[in-house]
């Protein structure tokens, strides 16, 4: 079992994907720049920046990590990541993306260990960039938009109003299930963390 855990001696990063500005703060389309504040909030972080990348560095679990938020707008996500991931001598493997998810209903979160980007710009450029698609990502659900609503409004508003509290609890879930994922892996991650928020599932089940 041991030999299945990560290597808590090799750096991970967690890359919240999102786009820079106020103006879409709180969108449903920053939920992976959400979930990277939420952690920094509960880590104690140093800080740093560069044009192209926010990113901050801790600790958990004794193991080193690095929590990104990439400036360069969703859709360009890739060369600054790419590019953290080759100064801390980091692979694939060791690299975590959190993103929204149009597919999963709100408050669904779905980690997996690779796998195509499902339409995603974000994760298209990074698999793109990085030449793989084996990376892990934790998908944080937001719904479809309402019927005659077009996606692109859809995703840079923040969610409606009676699903915020939804959308906040979720992101939460997230931040637990990324710091499980540095020392438990994508699997044991995703077999605590997949589905709805436990307050949603059948009881009979």
């Known amino acids: 079992m041991k030999s299945s855990l990560p290597d808590r001696s090799r750096p991970c990063v967690i ?4 786009n820079p500005g106020d103006s879409y703060s709180g969108t449903v389309h920053n939920a992976g720049f959400e979930v990277v504040d939420r952690l920094v909030r509960k880590l104690n972080c140093e800080s740093g920046e560069q044009p192209d ?3 901050w560095q801790t600790r958990w679990k004794g193991r080193p990590v690095h929590l990104l938020q990439p400036q360069t707008f969703m859709n360009l996500s890739g060369p600054p990541v790419k590019g953290y991931l080759r100064k801390w001598n980091a692979e694939i493997g060791d690299l975590l993306v959190v993103v929204d998810d ?3 209903a709100p408050g669904v979160l779905r980690i997996r260990s690779g796998g195509s980007s499902g339409g995603h710009r ?3 450029d990074l698999i793109d960039h990085l030449g793989s698609d084996r990376f892990c990502r934790c998908r944080v659900g937001v719904g479809r938009p309402p019927e005659g609503e077009a996606v692109e409004d859809f995703v840079l508003k923040p969610p409606p109003e009676d699903q915020k509290a939804l959308f906040e609890a979720s992101l939460d879930r997230a931040a637990e299930s990324a710091l499980c994922w540095t020392v438990q892996g994508a699997k044991n ?3 605590r963390y997949n589905g709805p928020l436990p307050d949603l599932s059948d009881p009979e089940e």
């Not at 890359?15 to 999102?18: K, W, Y």
């Open 15 to 18: 890359a919240g994907l999102g």
């Open 53 to 55: 990348l926010h990113f």
């Open 102 to 104: 149009l597919d999963l």
């Open 122 to 124: 974000g994760l298209q």
């Open 189 to 191: 991650a995703a077999l």
